[in-house]
């Protein structure tokens, strides 16, 4: 009830405009499309700006601008550069980081892109931007039960938020099917289908803003893992093996009342459809013995497709998750050492692997990757092409002595985009290879001597 | 030195490997020992391993449960926090006292084994250790078992007692990887006992009646099942009095074991004082007075060197110390200072007793009378070869053969009277058999050597010799011995190849599902699993609050605590027979009835197991008149004629209208009515009962339906709040 209140008063105070007078001079955008993906629970948003310099200082910098609240569920930002004409279109990536402005009206956040070259008076350059968000479908109402469908809300602005003027846009908003409920009219704007189209505006000031809620039907699986812990460690000895701790949940509408396998059973397609049953993850080729668990035991209710491209685990919950219903399961997996580790220079070698989590269509709140690595190895340095928290640990396996060091990489609100290559460096001498196996002969070697040893002498005190 | 029989296993080709290696005699003897009882060891652990290639690494069963919780709590806790560990997660709202209510010796030891190999770096999981307790110690026991065979016959008859143990269906049966039970260390501590104790009374050495006081107290520390050992030990010394074998050695042995055995016992909080308490084991405190007795005697006999004297003194002293006996225990247990005979003691004397007296005790499958076939099953031809080897005890009669033949005729007694003690009996019927069976070949093999040595050319040259050596051997009262005896030996090694084929089959065939996971053929012959009560357990750990309470029958209790991690109202420890038959009588009431008394023990879900899908057979409903017995054992308010209809319990349309509409009935069949389950029958045919429901338009009013699995074998209901009262 109260959000549709909010709603309304939202409708009536549309169009109304933070005149600031520190709009930031220099720049204004000429055309910005916006294109607004909600077909899954990952909030993926698509903007093109076209961006002129109108002052006679170069620009080096482009900055967006975020509402406070949707700054916190930034998973991801993005942005590249359109070099070329037409046909010889391409894209170059450009680096794009958070920064502050000195006096920002009602808390907006920011990110600067860095332009390629500065941008002199009157020149435009052309700019594509990805970013995405997550927990950004709030369910309404809140709590469903087994035979209905989940509906969200979502909420923007209508008009693009930006610290520069805008001289043309439109904002394309996809939803997954044309069941909507309802959702705030901003003239002009356009339905059709599972399409709404927000624009063309004119000439608006900088930080207009004008809020609209989409409330629509989105059945896709909401799942969210809360916790992901995976552990790379790298044995000399030919493997890496990868265990992967997952505490996965339904963060879509809350399940309430009965759960009556008989209508779930009978009714596939009628009944809990916002529940899934089984999710994808996508592991590297030649992965070799997979295993799916939880802390009770194996779980027998999953499939492994491999190819020389990719394999596939098709892994199946014990139970199928609901709204606000959990899981806790792990993962693990072998692949062949020499997939990811490679040598750079005398000594030094570094392992090459896949940042963010495996599983298909699922945003992790919180994700730790420890890459164990050799004993003995020094100097373990990271790249990740985007910032992490990192600390150095101990652990102790097998026969360890001295323990293994261990890359700590934290991160929060990954999504699939962030599955990119990492790489972590080390110098390790293969000289510590042998220390296990020649530990373990010793032992065998004195436990036979001292067998010998008390076979050969006699320790009673009568002759 | 004696030849053992296995030198006949060595092959021509070993024997000339051996020749090569230029050993002695002894010296070959030794290797050839040595190397079997190490296969024996590995056998005896992997034949076990059938449960962990076919499923997987985990835990069996029900018990097995609640000991791996509690090894994990003493695993992360520390041993002080898990002796005074106060479990408010079962017996709700009661709790128990877990340090002073369980045998800590399986948990302890693996434990032990645990922190061993994390100091040596080895990273196992604590539920590698548990699932492999059990065969490592049956790998164990095949040691002890050789040598008690040593020291009751000779080394032979101790590697064929050690072979026939590690694959004796009987002792598989409780010790497969998995089942992480008391027993898997009990019969390992039994043994050792019995053994260092046969090995004092054979020395007379202080250390090794000392030792068998260290078994003794492991044998307490681990299992119930020491009150045999403290009920047998006394009565083999009272034989041994009573035939005259009476001896220094025998005073020494049994005084130092008893006295330190019971000392240390009395340091397992579980059994306090039970030694000095407890009519169950006043047998052994009364052969204690009556050693001393005898000592008395023998020093008033050398200090009277006069028979008529003695016997006059004897008759007065042994009346005084019987009557002083009787009295004493008279007095003793009129004051309630000696605790008379528990139920179980009761049963195991008198096979009905638990019938009439105990349901509970009766309700369980393995203490059920054994059935000829079990033994059959668990035993093959050693139930044939155990007489055979009472007959060789008898013909050398000696301190130890008496008490293997003791060990052997009580302990099958108690295996006819409870299923689960064909585990004690186990040990001692190999062992007599490996007597039977080494002393048979030795026989054998003497008299096909006997007549091959005067021959020269030996028995490589087969049997065209044999006629000559035969006509010109003097003894020419058995034409047909050696052949005889060889044909005989052919036999024996048919008997023991189709004993190992039988226990391999055994084992792999029944003793290794873990009954947690259930495994089906499917219709094109592939394996089905039914992993519902894994599902539904874990549904419950991670879908319902935190504090919820879970009523179910009990012998889920242990299961729901372990891998639910939830709070349940009664389970397997059954201490508390009321809360027990508040349950069953919940179980058996209408819902509203049963309503007012889930209410009284805050229960917020309760689960049943079902098996009309599945046609899984040992589900609620047919342990359903155990729970109406247990019931109305304690509240006459259930009884147990309102659930059958003449004598006969149905579930059809023909079932007794109280049994249509308890709460068991309702939570099973609750809109089962709806869901055909087989082809060609109508909707709600039950298939673990072969009928079609009676009751198919089930409504629950202060229940709902909270969760049930894929395969319907469990399903959870929430209890409802209660209404509003406007």
């Known amino acids: 009830m109260a959000a549709i209140i909010f709603s309304l008063l939202a409708l009536s105070l549309s169009f109304f405009t933070v005149i600031s007078s520190s709009s930031l001079p220099g720049l204004q955008i000429l055309q910005a499309e916006r294109q607004i993906d909600l077909t899954s629970h990952i909030v993926r948003v698509y903007l093109t700006l076209k961006v002129e310099n109108i002052e006679d200082a170069p620009a080096s910098t482009v900055l967006l601008a975020f509402p406070p609240a949707q700054f916190d569920h930034l998973a991801l930002v993005k942005a590249a550069a359109t070099v070329g004409k037409k046909r010889k279109k391409s894209y170059v990536p450009l680096e794009v980081n958070p920064t502050e402005q000195p006096s920002s009206p009602n808390g907006t956040k920011y990110y600067a892109i860095s332009l390629l070259k500065p941008l002199l008076k009157g020149e435009t350059t052309t700019l594509e931007i990805l970013y995405v968000f997550t927990h950004s479908l709030e369910p309404f109402p809140v709590e469903i039960s087994q035979s209905e469908s989940q509906l969200v809300y979502y909420h923007d602005s209508a008009i693009i938020l930006s610290p520069y003027h805008i001289k043309q846009q439109a904002t394309l908003v996809k939803i997954p099917s044309n069941k909507v409920e309802s959702f705030t009219q901003v003239e002009p704007t356009h339905r059709s289908g599972n399409e709404l189209r927000y624009g063309p505006f004119e000439d608006q000031h900088p930080y207009s803003y004008s809020p609209i809620i989409i409330h629509f039907e989105n059945n896709n699986p909401f799942a969210v893992v809360e916790e992901l812990e995976r552990e790379i460690e790298v044995s000399h000895w030919g493997s890496v093996q990868v265990t992967e701790h997952y505490k996965l949940a339904h963060a879509g509408a809350k399940h309430k009342g009965v759960f009556s396998r008989v209508e779930y059973q009978s009714r596939p397609g009628g009944s809990g459809v916002s529940s899934f049953k089984h999710l994808l993850a996508e592991l590297p080729p030649r992965v070799h013995s997979v295993y799916y668990r939880d802390d009770i035991g194996n779980i027998s209710s999953s499939r ?97 002595v001295i323990g293994r060091t261990v890359v700590v990489l934290e991160k929060k609100n990954v999504v699939p985009d962030h599955n990119v290559p990492f790489q972590v460096h080390y110098k390790f001498n293969p000289i510590f290879m042998l220390a296990e196996p020649l530990m373990l002969a010793s032992a065998f070697f004195l436990f036979f001597i001292t067998c010998v040893a008390y076979l050969h002498i006699d320790l009673s005190l009568r002759k | 030195m004696d030849k053992s029989p296995v030198d006949l296993l060595a092959s021509p080709s070993l024997a000339s490997l051996l020749k090569s290696l230029k050993l002695k005699t002894k010296q070959q003897e030794l290797l050839i020992r040595v190397s079997i009882l190490c296969l024996v060891y590995v056998l005896a652990f992997i034949t076990r391993l059938f449960s962990v290639l076919r499923y997987e690494s985990m835990i069996h069963e029900f018990d097995p449960y609640f000991n791996y919780r509690v090894t994990q709590y003493l695993t992360q806790k520390g041993f002080y926090e898990f002796w005074n560990w106060f479990d408010s997660e079962s017996w709700y709202p009661l709790g128990r006292i877990i340090g002073g209510t369980l045998y800590p010796g399986l948990m302890v030891t693996a434990a032990l084994i645990y922190w061993i190999l994390r100091f040596l770096r080895f990273a196992v999981h604590i539920r590698e250790v548990c699932v492999l307790t059990a065969p490592f110690f049956a790998s164990n026991t095949t040691l002890v078992a050789y040598f008690f065979g040593k020291e009751l016959w000779d080394s032979g008859a101790g590697l064929v007692a050690a072979a026939l143990i590690a694959i004796c269906p009987g002792y598989i049966s409780r010790s497969v990887a998995g089942s992480y039970d008391n027993e898997g260390v009990a019969i390992f501590a039994l043994l050792l006992t019995f053994y260092l104790f046969v090995k004092a009374v054979n020395t007379g050495s202080l250390a090794w009646a000392l030792a068998s006081a260290f078994g003794y107290f492991y044998m307490v520390s681990a299992w119930g099942g020491y009150v045999f050992i403290i009920n047998l030990i006394p009565l083999y010394v009272l034989v041994l009095l009573i035939t005259g074998r009476y001896s220094m050695r025998l005073y020494v042995a049994y005084n130092s074991m008893y006295v330190l055995g019971m000392l240390l016992a009395m340091q397992i909080r579980f059994v306090g004082f039970q030694h000095v308490q407890s009519g169950e084991h006043m047998a052994a405190m009364g052969v204690f007075f009556l050693m001393q007795v005898f000592y008395f005697l023998d020093w008033v006999k050398y200090l009277l060197n006069d028979p008529k004297k003695f016997h006059t003194f004897l008759r007065i002293t042994v009346t005084t110390a019987v009557g002083l006996g009787v009295i004493a225990l008279g007095v003793g247990t009129a004051s309630g200072y000696i605790s008379p005979w528990t139920g179980r003691f009761y049963s195991l004397l008198d096979p009905t007793y638990a019938k009439d007296h105990i349901p509970i005790i009766a309700s369980v499958s393995e203490h059920q009378p054994t059935a000829w076939s079990s033994f059959m099953f668990d035993f093959h031809i050693l139930l044939l070869l155990f007489p055979a080897g009472l007959y060789f005890c008898f013909k050398r009669l000696s301190d130890a053969t008496i008490f293997i033949v003791m060990y052997g005729l009580t302990s099958m007694y108690f295996a006819g009277v409870m299923v689960r003690l064909i585990l004690v009996a186990t040990p001692a019927v190999c062992l007599i058999s490996a007597i039977a069976v080494s002393a048979t070949i030795k026989n054998l093999t003497q008299l096909v050597r006997a007549k091959s040595k005067p021959n020269p050319v030996g028995p490589g040259k087969g049997t065209s010799s044999t006629k000559a050596s035969a006509k010109g051997s003097p003894d020419q009262s058995m034409p047909f011995q050696r052949n005889g005896a060889i044909a005989l030996l052919l036999g024996a090694f048919y008997l023991l190849t189709r004993y190992a084929i039988h226990c391999t089959w055994v084992t792999s065939e029944a003793y290794s599902s873990p009954s947690i996971v259930l495994a089906a053929r499917g219709a094109h012959g592939n394996r089905v699993i039914f992993d519902d009560y894994r599902e539904a357990y874990f549904w419950l750990r991670q879908n319902t609050p935190q504090d919820a309470k879970i009523m179910s029958w009990w012998d889920y209790g242990y299961q729901i605590t372990a891998m639910g991690n939830r709070t349940v109202i009664v389970d397997n420890n059954t201490w508390n027979n009321t809360h027990i038959a508040t349950v069953g009588r919940a179980m058996s009431s209408y819902e509203d009835e049963a309503y007012e008394i889930m209410r009284s023990l805050d229960v917020d879900y309760v689960l049943v197991v079902f098996g009309g899908v599945t046609g899984y057979s040992s589900d609620d409903i047919n342990k359903f008149l155990w729970m109406v017995r247990i019931g109305g054992g304690v509240f006459p308010v259930i009884k147990e004629p309102d659930y059958l209809v003449n004598g006969e319990y149905r579930v059809d349309k023909g079932a007794a209208p109280k049994m249509l509409n308890c709460l068991m009935y309702k939570l099973s069949y609750y809109r089962f009515g709806e869901l055909t389950t087989e082809y060609g029958k109508p909707p709600g045919y039950d298939r673990a009962r072969g009928v079609e429901i009676g009751n198919k338009d089930i409504k629950l009013e202060h229940l709902e339906e909270a969760f049930t699995t894929s395969n319907w074998i469990i399903r959870i209901y929430k209890v409802k709040p209660p209404n509003n009262r406007w």
């Open chain 1, 304 to 400: 492994l497709r491999t190819s020389s491209k990719k394999s596939e685990l098709l892994i199946e919950p014990r139970y199928p998750l609901f709204g606000g219903w959990k899981a806790t399961f792990v993962i693990g997996y072998g692949v062949p050492l020499q997939d990811f580790l490679f040598e750079s220079s005398a000594g030094a070698r570094y392992l090459n692997y896949s940042f963010g989590c495996p599983l298909a269509d699922t945003v992790v709140d919180k994700l730790t990757i420890k890459v164990v690595l050799p004993e003995g190895s020094q100097d373990p340095s990271v790249e990740v092409p985007f910032a992490v928290k990192q600390s150095l640990e101990t652990k102790y396996s097998y026969l360890d």
